[in-house]
């Protein structure tokens, strides 16, 4: 339950920007000459408010995903075989397309692997193996 402190943080900070805001308007506008009416101050509190809304639901959700492996650290990341590896073809990674190499054998389409190297954008695979789940070694 992280959700609950973040949201405090979000209306806690919000209403603070609109205070802000508020004196602004009511006292450091004035000092300058310019009169801003109050239906415009409504407008820019309720335009603030949407912002900010919008602006914690997109950022939450952001939040919420499940981080993209990237290649600093796609050795040892899980895939499947979307074009049959002999020796080459392609594999998707996530929900990314790889090309990639077989260290071995021929690997069939829908076969999971493992990646082994990286090599700049084209990977080495194995045959993902059942037992490698269960934190036995892998078979090279």
């Known amino acids: 339950m992280r959700e609950k402190p973040r949201i405090m943080l979000t209306i806690l ?22 009169e801003v ?23 939450s959700r952001a939040l919420r995903k499940k981080p993209v492996v990237g290649l600093s650290d796609m050795v040892g990341s899980r895939g499947v075989v979307i074009k049959t590896l002999a020796p080459g073809g392609t594999v998707r990674i996530g929900s ?25 954008l084209k990977l080495t695979v194995r045959k993902d193996n059942p037992r490698d789940a269960t934190g036995d070694p892998p078979q090279s």
């Not at 900070?13 to 310019?34: K, N, Q």
């Not at 009416?37 to 950022?59: E, Q, W």
């Not at 990314?96 to 700049?120: F, Y």
Request: hydrophobic share 50%.
């Open 13 to 34: 900070a919000t209403l603070l920007e609109e205070i802000a805001l508020v004196v602004f308007i009511f006292l450091g506008l004035p000092m300058l000459g310019v």
């Open 37 to 59: 009416p109050l239906g415009g101050l409504i407008a820019m509190m309720a335009g603030i408010a949407t912002y900010g809304v919008i602006s914690y639901r997109l950022g």
């Open 96 to 120: 990314e397309l790889w090309d990639a190499k077989t260290t071995g054998q021929e690997i069939e389409k829908g076969e999971g692997v493992i990646v082994v190297k990286r090599d700049g």
